[in-house]
């Protein structure tokens, strides 16, 4: 089931270990991808903006979801379920095409040596 939903700023839009077959694209606002690190810190692994895709390895999968994702505005999001996208991709192949450029290009980010912020009692820092 595919549809629109408005998150306000600072809402959780899913957990990171939660479950779900669902993944998002922003429409509008901004969206952090974080985790929880072994010493209780958290790392924003990506800062998200319009037209990026969020969630996709758990829409594919239907694991636990290996992030956090949280509104950093009030933003608008579009889902798409792995049954929507699994009916586009019988009629079109291409449909998959958004989502595995998105992973390729998380996995570059990731492969890098940029640096990720880590947040610890209300301040970042770099590590």
Do not use: C
């Not at 699994?86 to 989502?99: T, V």
């Amino acid at each position: 089931m595919t549809g629109t939903q408005f998150m306000k700023k600072g809402q959780v839009i899913f957990r990171e270990g939660s479950r779900s077959d669902f993944a998002f694209i922003i429409e509008d606002g901004q969206v952090e991808v974080s985790r929880r690190r072994k010493d209780g810190n958290i790392e924003v692994i990506d800062i998200l903006g319009q037209n990026e895709i969020f969630g996709e390895i758990g829409m594919i999968d239907g694991g636990p979801r290996s992030a956090t994702a949280t509104a950093l505005q009030n933003s608008k999001v579009t889902l798409i379920s792995r049954d929507d996208l699994n009916a586009m991709s019988r009629k079109d192949p291409r449909a998959w095409f958004p989502i595995v450029k998105a992973m390729s290009a998380r996995l570059r980010r990731s492969t890098t040596k940029e640096k990720k912020y880590v947040r610890n009692a209300g301040f970042a820092r770099r590590s």
